[in-house]
T-cell receptor, first 115, second 120 residues
């Protein structure tokens, strides 16, 4: 079946540095991908909608300059957390929409720890 | 704006018994999709079941079935013959069927989740 791969699964970075998380659709083309953040014991919070070849659509309250999203190809979207701080530590999940199957598939998620 | 409400933060069921998880939603749209996702401790989001609003028949997937009441905007999940592996966080989600340029309306709107424990 369709698979969405997210990398890295876990990353630790120093405060002030930037870290990039990749989301790939492995067997379908994804014109739309979504980035979520999940705090412990809470629901998924949509951060932004990533559209191939155009600018991402950010949800209210999400800093676009801090969470840079690039969707340069039909199979890859990246989320870059710039100038990371400890409060950015969280679980980040991506999902991708398969238009042919009209289904959204999720990546495995990425744990980010900023020290 | 659409909203999804799960009023049960935690539920518990005995192994082999049946449990029902509640979900209500609010929308002004007539055509949409509803989903139940399972998130085990691994955090991988797993699609459990999906319902198209235009279908009157309730969706069923093996031991999982839904009770879709469109007029009441209710979408409950019934798990029959509960197994230890069913223990997880369950999220109800809504997605519009409309597609506008850019695809932003295809986002999933999640409820707050219900943590299901299965007792042996």
């Amino acid at each position: 079946g369709a698979v969405v791969s997210q990398h890295p699964s876990r990353v630790i970075c120093k405060s002030g540095t930037s870290v990039k998380i990749e989301c790939r659709s492995l067997d379908f083309q994804a014109t739309t991908m979504f980035w979520y953040r999940q705090f412990p014991k809470q629901s998924l919070m949509l951060m932004a909608t990533s559209n191939e070849g155009s600018k991402a659509t950010y949800e209210q309250g999400v800093e676009k300059d801090k969470f840079l999203i690039n969707h340069a190809s039909l199979t890859l979207s990246t989320l870059t957390v710039t100038s990371a701080h400890p409060e950015d530590s969280s679980f980040y999940i991506c999902s991708a929409r398969d238009r042919e199957r009209n289904t959204i598939y999720f990546g495995e998620g990425s744990w980010l720890t900023v020290v | 704006a659409q909203t999804v409400t799960q009023s049960q933060p935690e539920m518990s069921v005995q192994e082999a018994e049946t449990v029902t998880l509640s979900c209500t939603y609010d929308t002004s749209e007539s055509d949409y999709y509803l989903f139940w996702y399972k998130q085990p401790p691994s955090r991988q989001m797993i699609l459990v079941i999906r319902q198209e609003a235009y279908k009157q028949q309730n969706a069923t997937e093996n031991r999982f079935s839904v009770n879709f009441q469109k007029a009441a905007k209710s979408f409950s999940l019934k798990i029959s013959d509960s197994q230890l592996g069913d223990a997880a966080m369950y999220f109800c989600a809504y997605r519009s069927s409309s597609y506008f340029y850019g695809g932003a309306t295809n986002k999933l709107i999640f409820g707050t989740g219900t943590l299901l424990a299965v007792q042996p």
